[in-house]
Each structure stands twice: as structure tokens, then as C-alpha cells.
């Protein structure tokens, strides 16, 4: 087997990718139009070392953990939604900083529940933003 593209499946182990990059670069574009803080983005990474975030932030790594894939992959999906719900493009932006009724935020933003630490709040606001779309795509 190929080790350049071989993939162990144990969890919290990297994923071998031809490249990192793009998936950060997407991640550190949408933390930007969110006016994410360092903080709050190494939160949504599922990090705890701000070197590992700093370092992430000049390179990409040649590999990312498993974990930070799924992460990513939620936050450009709930991105994804926001700009098929909400036209207005900075709007979009805006909605996951705002006070959510729905019995989900129970009256905090999206935000606060993407920022408990846990990948399956990503997935819930994911989740969430899907239903009002009509679905996966």
C-alpha cells in the first residue's frame, strides 16, 4: 500500500491527504467573515494548543486528524446553508453570532452551541440549517 495515501481509520488518527491546505484555507476564510477570534477558531478546530493553531495558520500540515476534517467539513457545510437560506450575504455571516429562539440555541447564537468543544454540536447546527433548507446537498 501507498503510504502517501494510506488511511488509518482509528479515532483521532491523521488522515492522509494530498494536502491539508485547502481545506484550512477554506476554514480560516470563513472564521474571517465570521470575525472569529484565535480562540474561538481553535475551538471549532477542536484544538488546544495555540502553537499547533499558529503554525495550522502559516502552513498546513501535510496531514489533519481525523477529527479536524469532520469539523471543517461541518463548518463549510453550515456555511454553505447560511448562504442558500439568507441572501444577503453579510446577513449570512452575522445569523451565527445572533440570539436563536429555536428550542435548540434556547435563546443563545449558533455560535455558543458550535463552541461547546463538541463536534457533534457542528453537527447539530448542520443538521438544523439542513431542515430549513429541504435537505442534504
Known sequence: MNTSTARRDLPGAPVQRSSS???LQAFFRIAALW????EQQMK????????????????????LPRD???RISYVLGIYKALQILIPDPR???????????APL????SALARMLTGNVSDLYVVRQYLDA??????
Not at 471549532?44 to 496531514?63: C, D, E, I, M
Not at 446577513?91 to 429562539?101: F, M
Request: avoid cysteine.
Open 105 to 108: 440555541f434556547n435563546g443563545k
Open 44 to 63: 471549532l478546530l477542536g484544538l488546544q494548543a495555540p502553537s499547533t493553531f499558529y503554525n495550522w495558520r502559516k502552513s498546513a500540515p501535510a496531514t
Open 35 to 38: 470575525q472569529l477570534s484565535p
Open 91 to 101: 446577513s449570512a455571516d452575522a445569523w451565527i453570532k445572533k440570539p436563536n429562539r
Open 21 to 23: 491546505k485547502p481545506p
Open 68 to 70: 479536524t476534517i469532520e
Open 132 to 137: 430549513h433548507r429541504g435537505g442534504w446537498s
